[in-house]
């Protein structure tokens, strides 16, 4: 069964950028959507960015302009590079990939932005 493993989190302070991604191990055919969610305490998971099997790209208003999701599809790969963080972005990242007969989450990651 496949499997996602994000990396590249932490503490970073306000105005500063870190980049996220999200490894699949074990196949995975047919990707419909990668996307990253966010949550914390109290408020349901939000839904930050979105790439489609077709390359097309979408973001929450409140990362226009901020945030970059990529992906390498022959390392079923997607990436969050996150700039000009603000400490509103603090939270638990999830990436989820949306495939035929798959719908995956990873353990979530946490991104603390203070200083």
């Known amino acids: 069964q496949a499997q996602l493993v994000e990396s590249g989190g932490g503490l970073v302070q306000p105005g500063g950028s870190l980049r996220l991604s999200c490894a699949a191990s074990?196949?995975?055919?047919?990707?419909?959507?990668m996307r990253w969610y966010r949550q914390v305490p109290g408020k349901p998971r939000a839904l930050v960015a979105t790439?489609?099997?077709?390359?097309?790209?979408d973001y929450a208003d409140s990362v226009k302009g901020r945030f970059t999701i990529s992906r390498d599809s022959a390392k079923i790969t997607v990436y969050l590079q996150m700039n000009s963080l603000k400490p509103e972005d603090t939270a638990i990242y999830f990436c989820?990939?949306?495939?035929?007969?798959?719908?995956?989450w990873g353990q979530g990651i946490q991104v603390t932005v203070s200083s």
């Open positions: 989820n990939v949306l495939a035929y007969s798959v719908n995956i």
């Open positions: 074990g196949s995975i055919f047919s990707i419909y959507s």
């Open positions: 790439i489609t099997g077709g390359g097309s790209t």
